[in-house]
């Protein structure tokens, strides 16, 4: 019994002059050691420790077999399976290590380092000078693809190879001296010097990844886009497109924002090709404009300019610099207003990119003000109001101008009584033309009341997994016809089409010069399930009653005679289906608008598809339109994507003419990105021809 005391007594005391050397170091030096075993040697004035080493300050951890700390010198040297933990940052694993007191690396032999972006570089020595705060490594492999034991440094996508490479902490890059960059271990590019960012640099200047294509328009081209970062919230996009065919072109985005504005302005310049209509083909300086800025003063102020200008109609189209528009918008405004009250002030101008838009009809609006309020601030209120006061003056180079002024109040109150939803509303306008508006040249006013009743009964049916909802809707509306439509010249009401989104609107004339009148009576159903399993399907079918003739009202807007054609959709939603269609329906079930669309995905595949028919609506040289467009996107693996994407016109085609296609395969890894692309299109313009385009794009992730 006492030999096993003697041995507790001999364990503890140990222990506690463990405990005592290493806090003694922790105090004197900022760190905290653990090992298997510590010892001091008081002829060398050191300190060992063997077997799973451990030191810790505030900013590293180092983890070796076997470490030496000269307590005179202040210095560690770290022995075997070395492990230097950054805080926050990279991993550096070694299997020597020469360190000062603070953890700091003086001087490491074959030297791994695992980035905080999860690169990694390799050297065979490193040296920490801490009066330039750098650190040099010799004979340095920088890659991002993994190097483990189903992936040898064989079969490494790429790397970069280095007799030097210098990390200048300040300016936050490194710098190589005499680099290849390899890929699967062949040579293919030299540069003497090459440098980028370190992980720590979120946005650094320098050169993006270039991007390779050929067409039958440009020709070969290559794009190489710079970035600037002026600071943390401001940067500039330069992207230069040299093209075999078209020469040089520039293009800049810009991009700058604070507490109180944004600022996004893109714009381009090149001597290009132009192509007119009986006229010799020559070249000339192109370009555009899109500016958007917003600025927010105090008092809920905003003050903004949304420009987009081109120099001609083809130019953003030829140059993939379109997003579709058929118009391009040139607006300065200002707003100010809240929940209850908001007030605006807009100046509009337009451009025309189509033949459809002649350019002496586009109006020039100069300006629109508007202001709004209502009562919903008020907790007593027994019915809820809102007031609108408009003011437009619009002009035209065809010397149309109109001036007007529009007064609106709402007045409406929602009831309940035995389940039915119960809502009653008045609307009362005030319009006002000058001379200029009018057809006769003589000012006029307008005075247009409507009354309106809506109600509704949902009917809900509940069970464990499912519920089911069928709501009939109804509304009634009671007002004067409108006897100023031949007066008042039509600006802002000229287009309409009855679907299902605006079957129960209260007027869809979409402005102030027209709006519906008599009586109208909107009605229809909708149809709703939902089951536990998070599938949802829903339905409407509606129709409208006019009591006479609207002035836009028409066959191809969806009304022949008082009563509309039918309208309603379906849609079908759950976890793998997105699945939507709408549709109108004449009087003898013939189906005169057709809108499906379906989003399918799977673990590997997903699906797009979209059709639309327009019966008695011009497309080209048809009477209808009818487009369909479809795509997939198919995952082989985990790199390796392939997708397809087309637009076919089938209106009036025996044979539907695909007017666009694209084909993509990209691969993608954790260090590589790679992307082949092949389009054709064939959307006449003028100025550009059915084009072919073949493109290459590669990204090496890592700087």
């Not at 007066?487 to 709006?515: A, H, P, Q, T, V």
Request: glycine letters at 4%.
């Amino acid at each position: 019994m006492l030999m096993r005391n003697n041995k507790i007594f001999k364990f503890m005391l140990f222990g506690a002059l463990i405990l005592i050397t290493t806090k003694l170091a922790y105090t004197a030096e900022k760190f905290f050691l653990s090992a298997d075993s510590i010892s001091k040697n008081e002829e060398n004035n050191t300190i060992k420790a063997e077997g799973n080493v451990n030191i810790t300050n505030n900013n590293y951890k180092l983890k070796a077999n076997e470490i030496t700390y000269y307590l005179k010198e202040k210095k560690v040297f770290a022995k075997g399976n070395v492990i230097i933990i950054e805080k926050n940052t990279n991993v550096i694993y070694a299997t020597e290590a020469e360190l000062s007191s603070d953890l700091k690396s003086n001087f490491i032999k074959n030297i791994g380092v695992l980035l905080s972006d999860n690169s990694r570089l390799a050297a065979s020595s490193a040296k920490n000078i801490k009066e330039a705060d750098k650190t040099i490594y010799n004979n340095v492999v920088f890659t991002k693809c993994k190097s483990c034991k189903e992936r040898t440094d064989k079969s490494i996508m790429w790397k970069l190879k280095a007799k030097k490479a210098t990390h200048l902490k300040k300016s936050k890059i490194i710098l190589y001296e005499n680099v290849f960059l390899e890929a699967f271990n062949i040579p293919i590019l030299f540069v003497p010097i090459f440098y980028h960012p370190d992980p720590s640099v979120k946005n650094k200047t320098g050169l993006l990844t270039p991007k390779i294509s050929s067409t039958n328009t440009f020709g070969t081209v290559y794009e190489q886009p710079i970035f600037f970062n002026f600071s943390n919230t401001s940067n500039l996009i330069t992207k230069a497109k040299l093209s075999s065919k078209e020469g040089l072109l520039i293009m800049n985005d810009h991009n700058a924002i604070s507490n109180k504005s944004n600022l996004k302005l893109k714009y381009s310049l090149t001597e290009g090709t132009k192509i007119r209509i009986n006229e010799p083909t020559k070249k000339e300086i192109r370009g555009h404009l899109d500016l958007k800025y917003i600025y927010k003063d105090i008092g809920n102020w905003v003050y903004g300019v949304n420009i987009k200008r081109s120099s001609d109609k083809s130019y953003l189209s030829k140059y993939d610099l379109s997003e579709g528009e058929s118009l391009l918008n040139q607006n300065i405004f200002t707003e100010w207003g809240n929940l209850y009250k908001k007030a605006s002030f807009d100046l509009i101008k337009f451009q025309s990119l189509s033949d459809e838009y002649l350019v002496s009809n586009l109006p020039f609006i100069r300006p629109s003000i508007s202001f709004e309020s209502n009562n919903l601030n008020n907790k007593k209120r027994n019915r809820n109001s809102s007031i609108k006061i408009s003011l437009n003056s619009v002009s035209r180079k065809n010397n149309k101008d109109v001036d007007s002024i529009h007064f609106q109040t709402t007045n409406n109150k929602s009831y309940l009584y035995n389940g039915f939803l119960i809502k009653d509303f008045n609307i009362f306008n005030v319009d006002a033309y000058n001379k200029n508006g009018t057809s006769n040249s003589k000012a006029l006013i307008k005075f247009f009341p409507k009354l309106g009743l809506e109600t509704q009964y949902p009917l809900i049916s509940y069970s464990k997994k499912s519920s089911f909802l069928i709501e009939p809707k109804i509304q009634l509306f009671f007002s004067p016809d409108d006897y100023y439509n031949n007066k008042i010249r039509n600006e802002d009401s000229l287009e309409l089409d009855l679907n299902s989104s605006n079957l129960f609107n209260y007027d869809r004339y979409s402005g102030n010069d027209r709006k519906e009148s008599g009586v109208r009576l909107n009605y229809g159903v909708l149809l709703k399930k939902i089951n536990s399993n998070k599938q949802s399907l829903s339905s409407s079918i509606g129709q409208t009653y006019n009591n006479n003739k609207q002035e836009l009202f028409n066959k191809n807007s969806g009304f022949k005679n008082k009563r509309s054609e039918i309208v309603g959709n379906i849609i079908f939603t759950d976890d793998s289906y997105n699945i939507s269609y709408d549709y109108r329906l004449s009087e003898n079930f013939n189906l005169n608008r057709n809108n499906f669309n379906v989003q399918t995905k799977s673990k590997n595949l997903g699906f797009k598809l979209s059709y639309i028919q327009l019966k008695g609506f011009a497309s080209t040289n048809n009477s209808d339109t009818e487009q369909i467009n479809y795509g997939f996107n198919y995952a082989i693996n985990k790199s390796w994507n392939i997708n397809f994407y087309q637009l076919r016109d089938l209106a009036g085609a025996t044979y539907s003419v695909p007017f666009k296609t694209n084909i993509g395969i990209q691969f993608v890894n954790e260090c590589t990105a790679l992307q082949f692309t092949y389009t054709r299109d064939k959307s006449y313009n003028v100025d550009i021809p059915a084009a072919t385009n073949l493109s290459f794009n590669i990204k090496l992730f890592g700087f």
